[in-house]
């Protein structure tokens, strides 16, 4: 890769942190254009639903962040080609596939209307969800493994282990507190994908530094 395209590249990191004050933006601005949205008990999926009255708003202040994720990301997986062991490079490709499946998935399938309606569309939302949390742990989980092993990258590996930490508390969170807090550590969850999708915005910008005798092989 000839050296001006490799600098391009890693200047476009700065559009996983764009993604991430976007989504921010969205979720902490569009519950104004919601009234009776109460944060702390309903879900950030509700303010984009198809019959959310926030929705408009929603789009608008999220236009960014599955555009600029995505590029990030991407841009990521082209990066680390020949770079880093495999196994982060795994991680690496992993969670971009997670972001993937996440923006066309639930752009085909957003929910219905606040809540679950149990139609067929919320039913996919569901299923794209699940797919969603389980490329996530599987990416993070091989982020660490890979960053830790051989002192790869053992920052990275700490951010991975940070986010997989935030996904795991908001979701024994969701099946031990009470409903009226179902929003807050619905949260956790959401934003350790979204601030992670940052860090490695980061660490593109950075060239993601790792041991030179580390970054082949297993």
């Known amino acids: 890769m000839k050296p001006a395209a490799t600098t391009l590249i890693r200047r476009l990191g700065f559009l996983g942190i764009i993604s991430m004050l976007s989504y921010t933006a969205a979720v ?13 008990a309903q879900a950030v999926s509700d303010l984009s639903a ?12 999220a236009s ?15 990066f680390v080609q ?7 490079r795994a991680g690496v490709y992993l969670f971009a596939l997670m972001s993937w499946v996440s923006a066309v998935g639930y752009t085909y399938f957003p929910l219905t209307e606040s809540g679950y309606a149990g139609t067929f569309q919320d039913i996919m939302h569901m299923v794209v969800t699940a797919a969603v949390v389980l490329l996530s742990i599987g ?4 982020l660490i493994v890979g960053g830790f092993r ?7 590996a700490v951010c991975a282990s940070v986010a997989l930490g935030m996904m795991f508390t908001g979701s024994i969170g969701l099946g031990a507190a009470p409903k009226e807090l179902f929003g807050v550590f619905e949260r956790f969850s959401v934003f350790s994908a979204v ?11 950075l060239g993601f530094p790792s041991r ?7």
């Open 82 to 88: 020949g770079k880093l062991t495999r196994t982060l």
């Open 64 to 78: 960014l962040y599955n555009v600029c994720g995505l590029v990030t990301l991407t841009l990521c997986c082209v």
């Open 28 to 40: 902490f601005f569009s519950p104004a254009a919601y009234p009776g949205y109460n944060w702390m």
């Open 139 to 142: 990416s993070l989980v091989t």
């Open 195 to 205: 601030c992670f999708t940052a860090v490695l915005g980061i660490y593109l910008m």
């Open 212 to 218: 030179a005798d580390a970054r082949q092989g297993v």
């Open 150 to 156: 051989r002192h790869a990258l053992p920052s990275l």
């Open 50 to 61: 198809t019959d959310s009255p926030s929705r408009e708003l929603w789009n608008q202040l």
